[in-house]
């Protein structure tokens, strides 16, 4: 079993920055992809970005060239830089992990961001 905590949400203003940081305890010698989604309010939960072990990521195309993610493997955390935040990326925000890109993972229980003047 696996335990995902977030941490970093907030409130921030259009074309300002945050830093969300997952910290992943229990089961984690099987956690090969961990990363992001989102769900805003009224949407379904989408990908926001993961990122394997190995180093490979996957984006979605809204965040291309604002978000990174980046990982700890050694201490087990993935982190999220948000950049140019704008008021499409209000949403809660959830940690996920898995043995593998397409199987079945462990949630967070989500951090909530908010980009409002």
């Known amino acids: 079993q696996v335990q995902l905590v977030e941490s970093g949400g907030g409130l921030v203003q259009p074309g300002g920055s945050l830093r969300l940081s997952c910290a992943a305890s229990?089961?984690?010698?099987?956690?090969?992809?961990m990363g992001w989604y989102r769900q805003a309010p009224g949407k379904q939960r989408e990908l926001v970005a993961l990122m394997s072990s190995g180093g490979p990521t996957n984006y979605a195309d809204s965040v291309i060239g604002r978000f990174t993610i980046s990982r700890d493997n050694g201490k087990n955390m993935v982190y999220l830089q948000m950049d140019s935040l704008n008021f499409e990326d209000t949403a809660v925000y959830y940690c996920?992990?898995?043995?593998?890109?397409?199987?079945?993972?462990?949630w967070g229980q989500g951090t909530q961001v908010t980009v409002s003047s």
């Open positions: 229990g089961s984690t010698f099987r956690l090969n992809v």
């Open positions: 996920w992990a898995a043995s593998s890109w397409s199987s079945g993972g462990s």
